[in-house]
C-alpha cells in the first residue's frame, strides 16, 4: 500500500504542477494563446505582460499554492517520508516547466510548455518549511522589481532556498535531503532559462517593473 501512495503522490505532483493556470488566466481576460506572446511562457511574468499585474499576480500564487499542495500532499500520503516529498516538490517544477496539458506535436516533434519554474520552486520549498518565505520573497522581490529581470529572479529563487536549507542541515534542524532539493531545482530552472541567460550576457534581457516603465520609449509629441 505504502508504494501505492508514494507512486500516487509523485504523479499527483506533476499533474498539480502541469495546470496552465497562467494560460487559462490569459484566455479568459484577452482571449488569447499565451504560448505565442512574448516569452510564450505560461508563467506569471508573462500573464503579467499579457494580462496587467493582478492577472500576473494570480497565476503565481496559484503557481506557488501547487508546489505547496503537491509536497503537503506526499507528507500526507507517505507519513513523512522525507525523499518523497523532495522528489515530489521537484516533480511539480517539472510539471509546471512542460505541462502534459499543453503538449503539442509539431513538425515532427513534441514539444512540452509551461513556465520557468520560479513560483512553483518558491511553493514546493515552502512545503517542505514554510519559513523559507521569509528569505526567498524578499530576495525574489528585490531581482524582480529593483534590480528589473525577471529571470534573475526567478534564478535566485532555488539559491536561496539551498542556502536555507544547508544552514538548517548544518544545525540540525533539518534534512540533508532538503539541500538536494535547492540543487537540482537550481538545475531545473537554469535549464529553462537558458534563452534569458544568453539575453542576459549580451545585455538584451527584457526588463520588468519600474525600470521597464523608465526605459519605454516616450510617445512623440504631437
Known amino acids: 500500500m505504502q508504494v501505492v ?13 502541469s495546470l496552465p493556470i497562467g494560460m487559462l488566466i490569459v484566455k479568459i481576460v484577452r482571449g488569447r494563446d499565451i504560448r505565442y506572446w512574448f516569452s510564450g511562457r505560461t508563467g506569471g511574468t508573462n500573464v503579467m505582460r499579457m494580462a496587467g499585474f493582478w492577472a500576473g499576480m494570480t497565476t503565481t500564487v496559484v503557481d506557488i499554492l501547487k508546489g505547496v499542495c503537491a509536497v503537503w500532499l506526499a507528507r500526507a500520503l507517505t507519513r513523512g517520508s522525507v525523499w518523497v ?35 512553483a520552486t518558491i511553493g514546493a520549498a515552502a512545503g517542505l518549511w514554510l519559513w523559507t518565505l521569509l528569505v526567498i520573497l524578499p530576495v525574489a522581490l528585490f531581482f524582480l522589481f529593483g534590480v528589473g529581470y525577471a529571470s534573475m529572479a526567478t534564478m535566485s529563487i ?3 532556498a539551498t542556502g536555507v536549507f544547508l544552514w538548517r542541515a548544518v544545525v540540525g534542524q533539518g534534512p540533508w535531503a532538503y539541500v538536494m532539493f535547492g540543487v537540482i531545482a537550481e538545475g531545473l530552472l537554469l535549464w529553462a532559462l537558458r ?23 516616450s510617445k512623440p509629441a504631437r
Do not use: C, M
Not at 5 to 17: D, P, Q, R, W
Not at 87 to 94: C, N, P, Q, T, W
Not at 197 to 205: D, V
Open 158 to 160: 532555488a539559491l536561496v
Open 195 to 217: 534563452p534569458n541567460i544568453r539575453r542576459l550576457l549580451k545585455g538584451e534581457e527584457r526588463l520588468v517593473g519600474w525600470r521597464a516603465r523608465r526605459d519605454r520609449p
Open 5 to 17: 501512495e508514494t507512486i500516487g503522490s509523485l504523479v499527483g505532483a506533476y499533474l498539480l504542477g
Open 85 to 119: 516529498e523532495v522528489i515530489a516538490g521537484l516533480l511539480v517544477i517539472v510539471g509546471h516547466n512542460y505541462s502534459i496539458f499543453l503538449l503539442q506535436y509539431k513538425e515532427g516533434r513534441i514539444r512540452l510548455h509551461g513556465g520557468a519554474g520560479g513560483a
